[in-house]
Every structure is written in C-alpha cells, then in structure tokens.
Nanobody
Framework: QVQLVESGGGVVQPGGSLRLSCAAS????????MGWYRQAPGNERILVATVSSRGRTKYADSVNGRFTISRDNAKNTMGLQMNSLKPEDTAVYFCKCTTGVAVESPIYWGQGTQVTVSS
C-alpha cells in the first residue's frame, strides 16, 4: 500500500513559479504511472501530467512547455515544477499512483495541495 502526501502549494503571482512534491510512504516502484491532477472549484479533477515507471512523460496541452514532471524511485518522490503560472492554474493539485492497467489494480491519491495564482 502507498500513502501519498503533497506539499509545496501556496499563493504566487502570475508569471511566477512553484514546485510541488509528492512523498510516498511506500515504494513507488510499483506505480507504473504516477501523475499530477488538479481540480478547480466547481470543476472535475483533470490530468495535468503523468510519468511512467520508465520515465515517459505526458502533459495536458494547457501546461505543456510550462510544467515539468519528475519522479525519483530511490527517494519515493515525485515532483512538479510549475513555471509561468497563470490564474487559470489555480486549483487543488493531487498526486496519484497507478499500480496496474487492469481495472482492479489499486490506485492511490494524496490529499491535495492548494495552488493559487493571483496578483
């Protein structure tokens, strides 16, 4: 079982940067995919970026070129470097671990960290 804890959220001005971290209590080596998702008030939770166990990354169009996802299996952590932040990036950001492609494969979520981009 994996417990995930996000940190690094806060308030930043437009154009600024933040780095989010996701720390796992267990090994993330079993997470074939890890990802960052975000949920703005009144909206659904949506994909921001994912990274596979082999390091392959994928980004939502809205963040491509501004955000960078990373994972460190040895330290059981995942990061999200966010640059050139925009007000529309304001949301609660969640990290996720997916352990398999089968429907019954366990998935784990963190509790979320708030990011607010405002002048």
């Amino acid at each position: 079982q994996v417990q995930l804890v996000e940190s690094g959220g806060g308030v930043v001005q437009p154009g600024g940067s933040l780095r989010l971290s996701c720390a796992a209590s267990g090994s993330i080596a079993n997470c074939i995919y890890m990802g960052w998702y975000r949920q703005a008030p009144g909206n659904e939770r949506i994909l921001v970026a994912t990274v596979s166990s082999r390091g392959r990354t994928k980004y939502a169009d809205s963040v491509n070129g501004r955000f960078t996802i990373s994972r460190d299996n040895a330290k059981n952590t995942m990061g999200l470097q966010m640059n050139s932040l925009k007000p529309e990036d304001t949301a609660v950001y969640f990290c996720k671990c997916t352990t398999g492609v089968a429907v019954e494969s366990p998935i784990y979520w963190g509790q979320g960290t708030q990011v607010t981009v405002s002048s």
